[in-house]
């Protein structure tokens, strides 16, 4: 025999886990899902005002007959929370350990307010105006109907209707067809040539650029339609590697142009469009909708609120499950109505533990990052979850899971929890230590200054060191790169290319 300690995850208990995880948009299917299984459940209406407590507690606005809908939470009405846990398997307080009210103030200035934002909760805006639900009763005419519409008009051929409404298929997102001509020649039993030919059929359709097989194609085919095509263009096309490196020399010997047509080619493709079917949605874009909202106090602090629509409201009919269970009167509809009441007791109490959990983590997050929020991103501060799972007294793995799928609404956007956490680059001469977000908008900063000197990845190394950032030139590399911008070769040819182009003029 062996005696040892082992965590049991009852259901309930990983029921809770999993709630906190979630996104809005999942949490309110999950909960959808359990309002159609449990019949002791019911959603509240309207927008209830109070904590987060009072939310769960609240029944004025619930429709149960003549009003006799009350909280599960009320002494009066609750289980025996011995009965509870002994039928859960588990303490209550496994999960519910923090049941003290939050306090009103915490160190650093900020002000807690659990009542709902009165603005709107859509986009981070604070305008205080409903989104236009009007706007979404249109419905958006996808690619594929826009090619296939023109496809019945451009020809009366069953064949050549039937192979192109294949290739119509094959186009992607983007408006590219990514399927090889001998697939489809074979699937359909046709001609080579034939699908060739409907394929340059289809590819006049409306936008320019439709059903091209790569990006020279695309731009090719553009091109034709603007008759810009000349022997030139063709050989800048044909070699679109040399524009991304910014090889302008190889370029213009390979065009046989000079500087200053060079660079109104060069403009000329940029004008183009390289997705032409991006212009079609074939799905809804979501917008984040904040979890948090954040803004400025009139004394200086912050206040950080809740989004209430952000929060599924459920509560439990206590009327309902008394009148129903004195008619039962199988042991299996006792059973059914008493493992429904727990599920519901269990639901409300981890929706409201978890909408506690994440304004407190929200909260600390603020207190953290409160240069950010004055000054902007170049004064984002180095932080992680210890930090925070310290300071509120939480697991680091609670705080993950808080922080996952979560935003906070700012006036400087919507920005998902996870962008406040970075990595440390440490400070020159033992000075205090810099956020990689910081790093990388400093470097952005500097090379948009840059004038007629190009700063490479050494001096880019040297200027922050001479800021008080130490850091390797490996890392401004891999910075640069993530930002997008070119190397200091690269940049110095364009810059030469232009300055050429303006000599010229």
């Known amino acids: 025999m062996r005696q040892g300690q082992a965590l049991v995850m009852t259901p309930q208990l990983l029921q809770a886990i999993k709630l906190l995880q979630l996104s809005h948009l999942d949490l309110t299917a999950y909960v959808d899902a359990e309002l159609e299984r449990n019949p002791l459940l019911e959603r509240v209406e309207g927008d209830p005002t109070g904590d987060v407590a009072e939310r769960g507690q609240d029944t004025g606005s619930e429709a149960g007959e003549g009003g006799e809908t009350e909280s599960w939470l009320k002494d009066d009405m609750a289980p025996d929370r011995a009965t509870m846990e002994s039928a859960l398997d588990t303490r209550l307080d496994n999960v519910f350990a923090d049941e003290t009210p939050m306090p009103r103030e915490q160190g650093g200035g900020d002000t807690l307010s659990l009542t709902p934002a009165p603005y709107g909760s859509t986009g981070g805006s604070f305008d205080g105006e409903l989104p236009d639900f009007e706007a979404s009763l249109t419905a958006e005419i996808s690619l594929r109907e826009h090619l296939a519409a023109q496809l019945d008009l451009a020809t009366r051929d069953p064949q050549d209707r039937l192979i192109g409404g294949f290739l119509i298929d094959a186009v992607d997102e983007a408006g590219y067809c990514r399927e090889s001509l001998d697939l489809v020649a074979d699937r359909l039993g046709a001609d080579l040539d034939q699908v060739a030919r409907v394929l340059k059929l289809v590819q006049t359709f409306d936008p320019p650029g439709v059903a091209a097989r790569d990006l020279a194609e695309c731009l090719a085919i553009q091109l034709r339609e603007q008759d810009r095509f000349d022997p030139a263009m ?27 047509d060079l660079v109104e080619m060069l403009a000329e493709i940029r004008r183009l469009d390289p997705k032409p079917g991006r212009a079609f949605g074939t799905s809804a874009v979501e917008v984040l909708v904040p979890d948090v909202f954040v803004r400025a106090a009139p004394d200086g602090s912050w206040l950080i609120e809740l989004n209430s629509e952000a929060l599924p409201r459920v509560l439990v009919n206590q009327s309902y499950y008394s009148r129903v269970s004195k008619g039962a009167v199988a042991d299996g509809d006792k059973s059914f109505l008493s493992e429904c009441l727990q599920n519901a007791n269990w639901l409300t109490r981890s929706l409201e533990q978890r909408a506690r959990t994440i304004l407190k983590v929200a909260t600390e ?49 919507t920005l998902e929890m996870k962008y406040f956490f970075t990595a440390a680059i440490p400070g020159a001469a033992g000075a205090a230590s810099h956020s990689s977000e910081a790093v990388r908008y400093r470097i952005k900063q500097l090379v948009d200054a840059e004038a007629n000197d190009v700063l490479s990845d050494d001096a880019l190394v040297q200027r922050l060191h001479d800021e008080g950032i130490e850091i390797a030139r490996r890392t401004v590399a891999k910075y640069r790169e993530s930002l997008r911008i070119p190397s200091s070769i690269e940049r110095r040819r364009e810059r030469s290319a232009q300055a050429g182009a303006g000599l010229g003029a």
């Open 234 to 260: 063709q050989a800048l096309v044909s070699r679109l590697d040399l524009v991304a490196k910014r090889d302008f020399s190889a370029l213009r010997k390979l065009c046989g142009v000079d500087d200053e």
């Open 365 to 413: 997050i603020v207190r953290q990052q409160d240069a950010f929020f004055v000054h902007g991103v170049a004064h984002l501060r180095p932080l992680n979850l210890k930090t925070v799972a310290e300071a509120i007294g939480m697991h680091e793995s609670t705080v993950s899971r808080v922080t996952s799928n979560k935003s906070i609404g700012t006036s400087r956007g």
